[in-house]
């Protein structure tokens, strides 16, 4: 079982930055894959960027160039910076974990975190 622990949202002007992160409990995830997902009342939730167990990375078009995801093994934690943010970023942004290799698809994670809100005002 591996439990994920979001922290870090919060609110923050237009244009500003904010780093997310998400410690995973329980288990070891250098064999998982890591995802963050965001979500909007009344919404589906929607991939932001994937992490596989390699380190590779993809971030959705809408977040590229400029948000970040990242691992540190060592110490079980994934990251998202953001910068530039947009109020069209404000949502609840979520941590996952999946086998292996990262997937856009929410249905594939295993494990989710329970969210961490982001606002950004304009």
């Known amino acids: 079982q591996v439990q994920l622990v979001e922290s870090g949202g919060g609110l923050v002007q237009a244009g500003g930055s904010l780093s997310l992160s998400c410690v995973a409990r329980g288990r070891t995830v250098s064999e998982y894959a890591m995802g963050w997902f965001r979500q909007t009342p009344g919404k589906e939730r929607d991939f932001v960027a994937g992490?596989?167990?390699?380190?590779?990375?993809y971030h959705g078009e809408s977040v590229q160039g400029r948000f970040t995801i990242s691992r540190d093994n060592a110490k079980n934690t994934v990251y998202l910076q953001m910068n530039s943010l947009q109020a069209e970023d404000t949502a609840v942004y979520y941590c996952?974990?999946?086998?292996?290799?990262?997937?856009?698809?929410?249905?594939?994670?295993?494990?989710w975190g329970q969210g961490t809100q982001v606002t950004v005002s304009s």
């Open positions: 996952a974990a999946k086998k292996w290799y990262y997937s856009v698809r929410t249905a594939e994670y295993e494990y």
């Open positions: 992490i596989s167990w390699n380190s590779a990375t």
